[in-house]
């Protein structure tokens, strides 16, 4: 379901601008080419979390760009909810079931395809872009709390253990969720592969001001499958859909 609403936002929001992109003229494509370097941050929402990236490029053409991009996102399982143990108001919560928690490392090179360009009083430039490169999933062990009882007697103590299925029960031993970054330490390592594909809306006056939004899908595949929640599948790929804004600058070296 969530997957759904993400694409439509995506499709509402490309047929919109794209509507207003070429309904315009004329256009700068003479300024284009002053500048033959460019490099932008940008924040992405995906549909299964959230992360920041890193660009970089050069011109090789007014209308083509070599990019080369590195980003990190946290990659959440579509079966995560989280819970509380009702029985104590002041514990964290947690996700019951899962095994890790997963972030994802990308680094790749692609291209940026101009598909027409601002008219010279500002507007909407539309682009289409596609990257390939290299991904590393990153699995952190989680931790709870877990209630242990004093033999023969009504008291209790809490010790911090690492999730495990067989032992941690959600009406019986789970006091709640371990500190924020604890797992860190564990962090095991999923070599694998990504390709990314979309169309970048890039607005505003100036060319040599990056102001963008990019919308898009992603495809993540890794040589082992990924433990993330117990009780289910582990999946050894990912497909999200996603959008991201952009800030940043064009520049010459000279």
């Known amino acids: 379901m969530k997957k759904r609403s993400f694409l439509l936002l995506i499709l509402i929001l490309s047929f919109f601008v794209s509507n207003t992109t070429f309904s315009q003229s004329p256009t700068n494509l003479d300024k284009a080419v002053l500048y033959t ?4 941050f940008y924040l992405v929402l995906h549909s299964e979390g959230w992360g920041i990236g ?36 002041d514990a964290h919560t947690f996700v019951y079931g899962q095994l ?28 289409y872009i596609y990257f390939g490169g290299v991904s590393l ?41 371990g500190p924020l970054f604890k797992g860190f330490e564990s962090l095991k390592p ?5 390709g990314k594909f979309g169309f970048n809306f890039e607005f505003g006056e100036y060319d040599e001001k990056i102001r963008a939004i990019e919308v898009g899908t992603i495809f993540d ?18 497909l999200t859909f996603y959008i991201n804004i952009q800030f940043g600058k064009r520049y010459n070296l000279y």
């Open 221 to 238: 595949y890794y040589f082992a499958k990924i433990p993330m929640m117990a009780a289910n599948k582990y999946p050894n790929y990912f």
């Open 37 to 40: 370097k460019e490099k932008a």
């Open 54 to 89: 890193y660009r970089k490029g050069k011109h090789l053409a007014f209308n083509k760009t070599q990019l080369f991009e590195g980003e990190i996102v946290d990659m959440s399982h579509p079966k995560e909810t989280k819970t509380e143990n009702p029985y104590f108001g």
């Open 190 to 194: 999923y070599p694998g592969l990504y």
């Open 137 to 177: 999933g990153l699995a952190r062990p989680k931790y709870l709390y877990i209630i242990n009882q004093v033999p023969y007697s009504n008291e209790f103590f809490l010790t911090l253990e690492r999730y495990d299925p067989n032992k941690h029960f959600l009406d019986d031993n789970i006091y709640g969720g």
């Open 100 to 127: 890790n928690s997963v972030y994802i490392i990308r680094g790749g090179t692609g291209f940026k395809k101009m598909l027409n360009d601002k008219p010279y009083w500002g507007g909407v430039q539309l682009s």
